[in-house]
């Protein structure tokens, strides 16, 4: 699968989940308002951190396991088995948890709202969801781009469906049910999908589990773990940050800004899971990975910059389409905040390399060092300039991100050819 090809067929999925997602954009702005968007974006990093924490940080590690191991069924097998049963542990007890603290952490963690409902709804969906992300990573995996973007394209759907219908009929706390459930329904569709494929089968998942595959998929865990705690915990301070220091619709603001660079980044953030990463995984040659690095750069780099740079001039069209009249003040952030987002695929390209090479230590120091940077950052500028400085922070914790990652990957591939 090239990478070219791999682009266009995941452009499918990123053009249905790009609709889907300005509509429901539209939906929350009306419904929820600024206010109950920043409340949306707290609790979405919560689910994102159960979510995760319920074998998510392992997808990473199976992918990259089942495509280095192509050849090899019977260990892919193992790999599967092994992470059926971490998965299951730890999806169980995360949900009895939930259960039993889910309303402590919604007083905690959602300051003014009580989404403890919404809790219990995630934890009853957790099992499914994990099991559904599983199934994701071996697909991703196999290389079986068609399944995976029928996948991603039915989840779209699914979610627009759902916490669209919920948000208009119970306005925000039918939004908060719809973001914990929805995710979990989508089993049923993948599952279908892969048991029709000729290496796929149940029993293929059922085994007692390997030790050394523990140890691999532990590290892949702890990178993963780290991205699941690092990233959401650090947006719900700096959500938290805003809102007391210049009011919750500040925070609203920004995650309305942050949710537009998500949107138009879904292409190349999933290309390079999709395809960057499972090729990274297959290269042992140092020639080969600069050639990769570089293939991938001269692909990626011009379209995030097109893409910024048409987003920046379609601004005002962009904040009154995708949100209301209420979000105007976002139009402040547009620069920095898509300046950041070209210099972040830039630094990603090199960083997906440590996922790739399974570089635990230094993946796991970088990502919390530079969670915590772009607080700090934040916290400085945001009393400096206001609500922009937490956009100048992101694009400068990136630019000094991206050069810390081009001098690990440097001395990466220099030992690589010793």
Known sequence: MTLVRTSLLNAIAVAVKVSCSMVLNKILAIYVGPSGYAAIGQFQNILSVLSNLAGGVMSSGI??????????????????????KLTLVCSLCLAILLLLFGSWLSRVLLQGHDFGGGLVWAALALPAIAANNLLLAIINGKKEIGIYVVANISGSIVSLLTIGLLTYFFHLQGAVIALSVSPAMLLLGTG???????????????????????????NFGLMGLTTALAAPITF?????????????????????????????????????????????????????????????????????????????????????????AQFF??????????????????????????????????????????SFTFYFFTKLFVHSHGLVGVSIAYALNYVIYWIVMYLIIKKEITKMRN
């Open 329 to 370: 003040p976002i139009r402040e952030l547009f620069f920095w905040q898509l300046s950041g987002d070209v210099i972040k695929i830039g630094s990603w390209i090199l960083s997906f390399i440590m996922l790739g090479r399974t570089m635990t230590k230094s993946f796991i120091s970088t990502e919390i060092l530079f």
């Open 192 to 218: 279908y999908m892969v048991s029709k494929r000729p290496w796929f089968k149940l029993h293929f998942l059922i085994g007692a589990g390997h030790r050394s595959i523990v140890k691999e998929l532990t």
């Open 63 to 84: 992918t990259k396991g089942t495509a280095e191991n192509y050849n090899d069924q019977l260990r892919q097998h193992w790999i599967w088995q092994t992470a059926v």
């Open 236 to 324: 719900i301070f700096i959500r938290d940050f805003l809102s007391k220091e210049l009011g919750v619709n500040a925070a609203g603001f920004w995650q309305a800004s942050w949710k537009i660079s998500e949107i138009y980044l879904m292409l190349i953030t999933t290309t390079l899971s999709v395809y960057y990463l499972p090729r990274l995984a297959e290269i042992k040659n140092a020639e080969i990975l600069r050639y990769e690095i570089f293939k991938v750069y001269r692909f990626v780099l011009p379209v995030v910059i097109f893409g910024a740079v048409s987003m920046f001039f379609l601004r005002d069209f962009i904040i009154t389409t995708l949100f209301s």
